[in-house]
């Protein structure tokens, strides 16, 4: 079976009772993971011990937590606490997030998040071994810390959400998956390259990494809703490229589009938000996400797997409904089922 996770947003508008809905929905089909984004609503471990106390075989995976908001002795003991409550489901997905979110929202300096990452990986890898933790380092000085409450998985695996080419080549080195977002389907092969190089460097292949993006999915038989759809993809893209600093607009000019990214930028820099939306094409949409009716998006999703993906991880833009998401659900499933 080709495995296959599901993302929610933990915003504030989808109630407990459709989060379990969805998760339950999502393990009943054979969903590998369920992974807890963490943003403007709740924080990432409470949903996943949520999910976790009403699912059976789904995996909870942090998607993502950054590396700045918490010590890492402190996501050591969280995620650890995750996989002994779930017996063995939880994964760890870290990032750097942006200037915007650590200085604007936690107040901390955001500095050299490609050497912070590394060290931090470091430390949680030490102390989920039940292994004392003395570690005089450049961000972190620990003195005898060590965790009496291991996690059930021998290894529990840990991804990083990158893009950059240092940090690609730093997830390939020290993770267990890469969890990229916005990830252009013409890019994987060159972006695996640079996975690979990261991963020769610890002795092993890039066929050790999960390469596992979100993709922005959004399924229905209804031309109507499916032009909705895309409007909800673009709108959230031009968000991206318009509002999170310049990490994702760059990310999309590498990625080709440097003229599309641009327009986007400066119509959201006019606080023009119908505009930048509307300067997303067709081809940006086609690239990095998954539209269409159920066998439509099947054959998206087929065609990213072999471009080089392992793990589809399908998410949805702000504003779908539950019911298309469960939907989606059902319709991806079947793919992943083949």
Not at 44 to 56: D, E, H, K, S
Not at 69 to 90: E, H, K, M, V, W
Not at 199 to 210: F, L, P
């Amino acid at each position: 079976m080709n495995e296959i996770g599901l993302s929610i947003n933990t915003r504030y508008d989808i109630s407990d009772g459709e989060l379990i809905s969805i998760a339950k929905h999502a393990d009943d089909m054979g969903y590998h993971s369920f992974w807890a984004a963490e943003s403007w609503g709740r924080d990432a471990f409470t949903v996943l011990t949520m999910v976790g106390c009403n699912t059976q075989n789904i995996r909870l995976a942090t998607g993502i937590v950054n590396v700045f908001s918490r010590t890492p002795a402190l996501i050591a003991q969280t995620i650890a606490s995750l996989d002994i409550l779930s017996n063995g489901r939880a994964i760890l997905g870290l990032g750097s997030s942006g200037q915007i979110v650590v200085e604007g929202w936690h107040g901390v300096p955001f500095d050299s998040p490609l050497g912070r990452t590394r060290e931090y990986i470091e430390i949680i890898r030490k102390a989920l071994s039940g292994a004392p933790v003395n570690h005089d380092g450049k961000f972190y000085q620990i003195e005898r810390f060590r965790m009496l409450a291991p996690p059930v998985q021998e290894r529990l695996p840990i991804y990083i959400a990158s893009l950059g080419p240092k940090n690609l080549e730093l997830t390939g080195e020290v993770a267990d998956g890469w969890l990229p977002v916005w990830l252009n389907m013409e890019r994987i092969a060159d972006l695996k390259e640079r996975l690979a190089v990261g991963a020769a460097k610890s002795g092993r292949n890039v066929s050790d990494v999960t390469v596992a993006p979100y993709l922005m999915c959004y399924t229905s038989d209804s031309p109507e809703d499916l032009a909705h759809g895309a409007d909800l993809l673009r709108a959230h893209i031009a968000y991206y490229i318009g509002g999170m600093g310049t990490f994702y607009f760059e990310n999309f000019s590498r990625a080709g589009f440097c003229a599309e990214a641009k327009a986007v930028r400066d119509a959201w820099g006019s606080k023009n938000r119908d505009q930048a939306a509307n300067a997303v094409s067709d081809r940006m949409l086609e690239s990095v996400t998954v539209l269409g009716n159920p066998q439509q998006c099947r054959d998206q999703m087929a065609k990213f797997r072999q471009a080089g993906i392992d793990m589809p991880v399908a998410t949805f833009p702000h504003g779908t409904e539950i019911a298309t998401i469960h939907r989606t659900i059902d319709a991806l499933a079947l793919e992943a089922g083949d």
